[in-house]
């Protein structure tokens, strides 16, 4: 595979472009472009990145996480990743990414209808999923309620029964490590760097 022409090319003023406008520089974007090329091609070689490359990419199943991430990263909405949403959304997640951006993004995770407002049955269902993922089923129905009921206790502060962005904030604030597990490369771009070995694994395949 590691020798089939690719269809995307990277154009001087694209690079350019990027260099500008995210945490990368030039021989970065070169390196993470490889990366893309070769995730691309891993299924259906189109340039573009569908939610399975994706998902397998980082080592995810197809579940609710690869699926909201992969939607955060695929800014236009067309249901693939290119290079620039590609190189936008590994920006956040990188060391280098502001703080802001993180929060941003990972209030997004949770915030699935996009209202601004994290609601209980969003919070559910991340919970849920996490829970099923990893693979903790005695959980019963009472304890996820109470946790539910407690966090809303400790974060919806106004008692509006809605999480906004500022109360998503302080509670990041008390508990860093939320942050730390919802982004890539937070802890010294641990998983960034996985993705990095992962795709180079693969591409050797
Ligand atoms: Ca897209
Ligand atoms: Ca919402
Ligand atoms: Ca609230």
Redesign the pocket.
């Known amino acids: 595979m590691g020798s089939a022409r690719s269809k995307v090319e990277l154009s001087k003023s694209e690079l350019r472009e990027l260099v500008a406008t995210s945490t990368f520089d030039e021989s970065e974007l070169l390196v993470l472009f490889d990366h893309f090329k070769a995730i691309s091609a891993s299924e259906t070689d189109d340039g573009l990145i569908d939610l399975s490359e994706f998902s397998r990419a980082l080592g995810l199943t197809k579940n609710l996480f690869s699926r909201r991430i992969f939607r955060l990263f695929d800014e236009n909405g067309d249901g693939v990743i290119n290079f620039k949403e590609f190189v936008i959304g590994l920006s956040i997640f990188s060391p280098k990414g502001s703080t802001a951006d993180k929060e941003d993004f990972s209030f997004r995770f949770?915030?699935?209808?996009?209202?601004?407002?994290?609601?209980r049955e969003?919070l559910d269902e991340v919970l849920r999923a996490s829970i099923s993922e990893h693979g903790q089923l005695a959980i019963s129905e009472e304890q996820i309620e109470a946790l539910l009921d407690s966090t809303f206790e400790e974060v919806d502060l106004n008692g509006d029964g809605?999480i906004d962005k500022a109360e998503y904030k302080l509670m990041l604030k008390k508990h860093k490590s939320i942050l730390d597990q919802m982004t890539i490369g937070a802890q010294e771009g641990s998983e960034f760097s996985k993705i990095e070995i992962k795709t180079k694994k693969y591409s050797l395949k």
Request: aromatic letters at 16%; a negative charge; charged letters at 40%.
């Open positions: 949770f915030d699935s209808d996009g209202d601004g407002y994290i609601s969003e809605r």
